[in-house]
């Protein structure tokens, strides 16, 4: 067993921290259930009841571990910082020597123009650091259409001619994708991860400054018994009215829970899946990520690997930090609540599953928590819905029940569920509830309010209140359209639904989501909303009021997900200054350098029409530059007879009527064959006119056209 504790830390004084945070969360969770089960049993308690009270101290607990979190996140911050971080280690003028460091970002059918953008931002930044010898830089690409995976070769070698990054940043893109994201970092450690102590995992959508990067390589030399150092990633770039909410949310609260985290957990941390550095020793001998028992979704391969090699590691006796106030770690969110809950659907896949872990041998109480809070976020959904569907058929038979019915005047049904008005606990209980979800917002604003620069940077006074009053409202309307969404997930994980490996929207479109998308995704929350809101008005007008914050998320559900998908409103959002955030007040150079750049890329025109379907597959059969290239990146095979007469005969096929008529498949089992590539490249440019299809032709025309312009102006 290593030595995890930092020196700073003995056992007895983590133990006390986490005594007073677990115990706070038990204390908190322990009043409002009395409060609760006073209410409850005044005339007794049925069978509904001890369910909803069941109910009550799981999903409350839940909320009172996050309100927990921010309360000694508030603590750490009033007195200036916890001495207790990783960073910490570090002196500010202390020089540590690097060592080896790979940087590598797995994509698949990624915005070609964006990775390669991003990737070259990152290297010049580590470029003027004068750290860039210790650092190696891998695109590791999964992606399954042709014409991505051209583009992404060709643009790799232009950035490497562009910014002399031949034998500092390699392409590999893998033949067969197996275990997603976390089999394609794997296969990186099995072939190249003996020659580096360290690696960052980034995604496609990652930006991380030189001296971010050159921070952890130190901090991973100087603490020699840490396996892994987590980042927390600024959302940012975001453009449409969606991404810009969230951006702020993440900027202005999570400094108060990081501090929270962190004070609790110490080496215990968690591993988020990017944006972080990696010992690559330890993890390589004790990270490898077990097949749960049964098949997918709930078991099989594990899906969401991230949280389960931090337990690994832990286990092996390697410490992970959480270093939230390292500055210079980015990623960028989803545009549009739609694509945030394409994102979830697989996420939640891959959390549940972490439900087969919450037991397993070795891992430490933290890690088990981590786990237990992943499963919650959730099946905490579900269980919301089921506690409100519940509290209509309590509310139901309280109205219904002749012997209760006959006690109660019609005006005094506000009482029956929760005695709002004339029971005092129950005011109690629901303000201490609001307490506790409204607290660390209303925190972290006087906390900014009482920081002349911090204000500065979020738009001044008036815009900080203003943006913090609007999340609040929009955030009270998605939550009931995120509760339905996930408690959908839940069940067809329940059900043996699994989930596909879809490319993430990244970008915002200008016209957001449109009404077919959004009613057909989210007709039924609407249909669900209006339903409930009669029937709970019917049964009683006092609970239609009581509901109504809910019901208002799920009716309005439609034209909420179109609003604030509009980069237009975005845009006009940012005018008025709101939602604004340091990030987009005081821009890094980094994120001035990477806007700039993409959107010189977005500026070229697209390519011919009729080619732009296979424009890649085209380009690696006739240029003999990107042919040449293409070839020189296959591994070589040595194919069965049976299998060179059919690739002899897709080539001719492909010679002859073009690709229209091809799989993808078919084309990607073409690019794979060197022998083939190499064929066509000398069939197509010395057959007769009339031999070849006329989309050849085409080809041959336009790509005469097209030799003058750079290659990377053609790539979006």
């Not at 001495?83 to 940087?103: F, K, M, N, Q, W």
């Not at 005011?427 to 201490?432: A, G, K, S, V």
């Not at 039924?524 to 339903?531: A, E, H």
């Not at 020189?632 to 080539?651: D, K, V, Y």
């Amino acid at each position: 067993m290593r030595v995890f504790l930092n020196d700073q830390m003995n056992v007895r004084r983590l133990n006390r921290r986490r005594f007073l945070f677990f115990s706070a969360i038990f204390g908190l969770t322990s009043l409002a259930t009395w409060f609760m089960a006073d209410l409850l049993w005044r005339d007794g308690i049925s069978g509904l009841e001890f369910i909803l009270l069941g109910l009550f101290v799981i999903l409350f607990a839940h909320i009172a571990a996050g309100f927990c979190t921010a309360l000694v996140g508030f603590y750490v911050l009033n007195r200036g910082g916890d001495s207790c971080r990783i960073t910490g280690t570090i002196g500010p003028d202390e020089e540590v020597p690097l060592a080896s460091t790979a940087i590598v970002m797995p994509v698949f059918n990624e915005d070609v123009s964006r990775v390669f953008e991003g990737l070259r931002v990152i290297y010049r930044s580590v470029q003027e650091t004068g750290k860039l010898e210790h650092f190696d830089f891998f695109i590791l690409s999964d992606s399954n259409r042709p014409n991505q995976w051209i583009q992404e070769e060709v643009a790799w070698v232009e950035l490497c001619k562009q910014v002399g990054g031949f034998g500092k940043i390699f392409y590999r893109k893998r033949r067969h994708q197996i275990n997603k994201k976390a089999g394609n970092v794997a296969d990186f450690l099995r072939r190249w991860g003996k020659n580096y102590r360290y690696m960052v995992v980034l995604d496609a959508d990652s930006i991380m400054t030189g001296r971010a990067l050159v921070q952890l390589s130190a901090l991973m030399e100087k603490n020699p018994q840490v396996g892994i150092i987590q980042t927390a990633p600024r959302i940012v770039n975001g453009e449409t009215l969606y991404a810009r909410l969230q951006s702020f949310a993440n900027r202005l609260y999570s400094p108060l829970f990081l501090a929270g985290l962190n004070y609790w957990q110490q080496h215990d941390g968690n591993y988020w899946g990017h944006n972080a550095i990696i010992r690559i020793q330890p993890f390589i001998e004790h990270c490898a990520l077990p097949d749960l028992p049964g098949s997918e979704p709930f078991g099989g391969r594990i899906l969401s690997h991230d949280f389960v090699e931090a337990a690994l590691m832990r286990r092996a006796g390697w410490a992970v930090w959480l270093a939230g106030d390292i500055e210079g770690s980015f990623e960028e969110g989803p545009p549009t609540l739609i694509e945030s809950a394409k994102r979830d659907r697989r996420w939640c896949q891959g959390n549940m599953q972490h439900a087969w872990l919450l037991t397993a041998r070795g891992f430490w109480p933290a890690n088990r928590f981590h786990l237990l809070m992943g499963v919650m976020a959730y099946a905490s959904s579900p269980l919301w819905l089921l506690f409100l569907a519940l509290s209509t058929i309590h509310v139901f038979g309280l109205v219904a029940h002749p012997a209760i019915a006959g006690m109660l005047r019609p005006e005094d049904v506000t009482s029956v569920f929760g005695y709002m008005i004339e029971v005092p606990e129950a005011l109690t209980l629901f303000t201490f509830t609001m307490l506790l979800l409204f607290l660390p917002k209303i925190v972290s604003v006087i906390l900014t309010l009482g920081n002349p620069e911090a204000l500065g940077r979020f738009g001044g006074r008036a815009g900080l209140v203003l943006s913090a009053i609007t999340e609040t409202v929009l955030s009270a309307l998605l939550a009931p359209m995120n509760m339905l969404f996930n408690a959908k997930f839940v069940l067809f994980t329940f059900l043996g639904q699994g989930v596909g490996w879809v490319t993430q929207q990244r970008g915002g479109d200008e016209d957001g989501t449109d009404w077919r998308e959004a009613i057909i995704t989210q007709g039924g929350q609407t249909l669900f909303g209006v339903i409930w809101g009669v029937c709970s008005f019917i049964i009683s007008p006092a609970f239609f009021w009581w509901l109504s914050p809910v019901l208002a998320g799920l009716v309005l559900s439609i034209p909420v997900s179109i609003f604030l998908s509009k980069t237009s409103f975005g845009r006009r959002a940012r005018e008025m200054g709101i939602f604004l955030t340091p990030e987009e007040t005081h821009p890094p150079y980094e994120l001035k350098r990477l806007q700039q750049n993409v959107s010189a890329c977005y500026r070229h025109l697209p390519p011919f029409e009729p080619l732009r379907a296979d424009y890649g597959l085209m380009q690696a059969v006739l240029d003999p530059y990107i042919n040449a290239m293409h070839v020189s990146l296959l591994r070589q095979r040595r194919p069965s007879e049976e299998a060179r007469e059919w690739f002899a005969h897709l080539r001719l096929r492909l010679l002859r009527d073009g690709p229209a008529k091809f799989t993808s498949k078919e084309k990607m089992a073409l690019l794979l064959d060197a022998e083939s590539m190499i064929w066509l490249h000398r069939e197509l440019w010395s057959s007769p006119a009339g031999v070849i299809a006329d989309w050849w032709r085409l080809a041959m025309r336009q790509y005469n056209v097209l030799t003058a312009a750079p290659t990377t102006a053609l790539y979006r």
